[in-house]
């Protein structure tokens, strides 16, 4: 009988070692709410603190509701006409994403085999699906401010559901990274075929580490340009007026924490903006616009502290020396790292110096590729007509982005390759000659070393006699 009562309701073990499909039910629909939470506090906090506001409880749990599906990139319309309303708050975006990745991390942890995994992963992103349906249907009635549609949102928030319990669960089983592809040799000529084999056995072709190595230089090229946007933001910030435009727009203390929050939210698509606006596209705010070092063309923006901060003209020949600055110093790490690697530092031996720029070509296109899909997920529709653009350009930063890391990183990793081999190559161990040579002039100098300081100590001692 106490056998019985200790064993957990809702944590049966089977034959995988995992909790029941019950378990994982509850469990991400918790992690759903817990999401949803992050948002729907201060939504609701500030309905409280409003003192004639003449919306609803429920209104401002649908205002949430309907702020967290964008935050999973769900497309909303507003207003009677169906307005599109499509800027992804990113920060929303990040919560749900780490919260969904440590559900799959603890699921991938429980179970010892991979299929188990995957079965526990599944409860997961039903229990979350279930919280999203639930949500949709609260912002399909005709009140709500942005209105959502199950046949386009539902979709889209399976997609990052499953796209967030998979990356847990990769991460949380420690599945090993694969490493490139090989071809069939059926799809080369056999002269081709042959050539790579006598490549691949010179160790032309980088070894496996050069896939992480690729991840840790795309991964430091890109915070690098985050650096610099998050840098660009906080000097506008500092030398412009968003903090006395807050002011003038908000009526009361709720008002401006309604402004700071509504701020906060899209505070990573500002920094993404900052960076578009380093690599040298820029970005629009409308149809029509330009924001950019070399060009800005403006037309009437909305009333937001954010758009306070644009600058009206560009930033002079010393400004655009320093944004082109910025760029290129963000490609030193990744040359480095790249370099580091290449020269044989944690691997067997050194790259070839062609598979050392083949790496660093790889991870050109995987910046650039990566750009354009922080691009695209940055920029949204705030409205109809003109507001319908807003954000960077995606092909345009995947060009920029590509051009600026090619003009560093390639050449700055062989520049380190050569260095570092080169100074390996003077560590080698020393010849027979040289080491008898080396421990000969060792032997002579420790003699001389001691008579030396013995000298030292003695004359010391002569300049204070002892008194008795």
């Known amino acids: 009988m106490t056998q019985l009562m200790g064993r957990p309701f809702l944590g049966l073990p089977d034959d995988l070692g995992s909790r029941s499909p019950f378990a994982d039910l509850l469990v991400g629909a918790r992690t759903a709410l817990l999401a949803l939470s992050v948002i729907a506090v201060p939504v609701l906090g500030l309905w409280v603190l409003t003192p004639y506001g003449d919306v ?30 499509t800027l992804t708050p990113l920060l929303l975006t990040a919560v749900s994403a780490g919260l969904l990745r440590r559900a799959g991390a603890r699921a991938g942890a429980r179970a010892p085999h991979g299929t188990g995994a995957w079965r526990s992963a599944l409860p997961l992103g039903i229990g979350y699906l279930a919280v999203a349906a639930l949500a949709v249907a609260e912002c399909s009635g005709s009140e709500a401010v942005l209105t959502a549609d199950p046949v386009t949102d539902l979709p889209v928030v399976a997609a990052v559901t499953a796209a967030g319990l998979a990356w847990g669960v990769l991460a949380g089983h420690g599945h090993a990274q694969p490493g490139p592809p090989a071809l069939p040799p059926a799809l080369l000529p056999a002269v081709l075929a042959d050539r790579l084999r006598s490549w691949a056995a010179a160790d032309w072709v980088p070894p496996r580490d050069a896939t992480a190595a690729l991840r840790r230089a795309a991964g430091s090229w890109l915070l690098g340009l985050l650096a610099a946007g998050g840098l660009l933001l906080t ?30 939210l899209l505070l990573p698509n500002a920094v993404l903006w900052a960076a578009a606006y380093a690599l040298g596209p820029g970005f629009a705010v409308g149809t029509g616009t330009t924001v950019s070092p070399v060009a800005t063309h403006l037309g009437a923006v909305p009333e937001f502290p954010l758009f306070a901060l644009l600058p009206t003209d560009g930033p002079g020949a010393a400004g655009q020396a320093v944004l082109a600055v910025l760029p290129l110093l963000a490609g030193v790490v990744p040359a480095l790292l790249l370099g580091r690697a290449a020269a044989g530092r944690g691997t067997s031996r050194p790259w070839h110096p062609a598979g050392t720029a083949l790496v660093a070509f790889a991870a050109v296109l995987t910046v650039s590729a990566a750009a354009a899909a922080a691009s ?45 081999t080169r100074t390996a190559d003077r560590a080698l161990p020393p010849t027979p000659a040289t080491a008898r040579l080396t421990a000969w002039s060792t032997a002579a100098r420790c003699p001389r070393l001691r008579r030396t300081l013995h000298d030292a100590v003695t004359r010391l001692a002569a300049l204070h006699p002892d008194d008795t």
């Open 56 to 85: 609803t409880a429920r209104g401002a749990l649908r205002l949430a509701c309907a702020l967290w599906l964008l935050g999973h990139g769900a497309p909303l319309t507003r207003g009677p006409g169906g307005a599109p309303f």
């Open 235 to 264: 000097t506008a910030v500092a030398l412009g007026t968003a903090g006395s435009t807050a002011a003038g727009l908000a009526d009361g203390p709720a008002g401006v924490l309604g402004l700071l929050l509504a701020c906060t």
């Open 376 to 420: 695209w997920s940055a920029g949204g529709a705030l409205g109809p007509g003109r507001m319908a653009a807003l954000g960077p350009v995606p092909w345009q930063a995947a060009l920029t982005a590509a051009g600026w890391s090619a003009a560093v990183v390639p050449p700055g990793a062989l520049l380190a390759r050569w260095l570092l």
